[in-house]
């Protein structure tokens, strides 16, 4: 029976070298200079640092041009309030979302159903949601379905089997 996994995963390494991209360019940057902003990545977050709340966006913009570039999907950035930090600079967190909530398999699950393929069925796997149908066909037609709507979240599609 044919069957594949749907899941929602971030690339730590290509966020890494954006981050590291970002950096560089902010410390050369005209506009950057005598600004102390920075980007830090820590545990699937980043906490953007800068002396204004200008510049805090200004380097947020940045870091979304290299984010692009390195195919990262800018869905799975959650961005934090910008939050005044030591000696009237600006900071701001941004959660790297990795995997599919209970909340989105569900939204998932139900989408998969309403499309009424035959014998095809989803069922949610830890942080991945795992489709199986008689029909190969059917499994592609979900793929371009899922492909078609926007859930929030980006959605990769891996280990089709027949």
């Known amino acids: 029976m044919p069957t594949f996994d749907i899941v929602s995963e971030v690339d ?3 966020v890494r070298n954006a981050v590291d991209q970002a950096n560089r360019e902010a410390a050369t940057r005209f506009d950057f200079k005598n600004t102390d902003s920075v980007i830090e990545l820590g ?5 953007l ?4 709340e200008d510049r805090l966006r ?4 940045v870091l979304e041009e290299k984010l692009v570039k390195r195919q990262v999907s800018l869905k799975s950035l959650d ?3 910008i939050e005044e930090a030591s000696k009237g600079s ?28 035959k014998g095809v069925s989803s069922q949610t796997q830890g942080e991945q949601l795992r489709i199986t149908g008689k029909k190969r066909d059917d499994l ?3 793929i371009a379905a899922c492909k078609g ?3 929030g979240i980006p959605l990769q599609f891996n280990n089709f089997r027949d």
Do not use: P, Y
Not at 43 to 47: P, R, T
Not at 58 to 61: D, F, G, P, T
């Open 140 to 142: 592609q037609a979900v």
């Open 90 to 117: 600006a900071r701001q967190k941004i959660a790297i979302r990795a995997g599919i909530d209970q909340e989105h398999a569900k939204r998932l699950n139900k989408f998969i159903k309403d499309l009424g393929l």
């Open 149 to 151: 709507d926007d859930f």
């Open 79 to 81: 961005d934090g309030k």
């Open 49 to 52: 640092t800068s002396s204004t």
């Open 12 to 14: 730590l390494q290509e």
């Open 58 to 61: 200004a380097l947020h913009q």
């Open 43 to 47: 545990d699937n977050e980043l906490v």
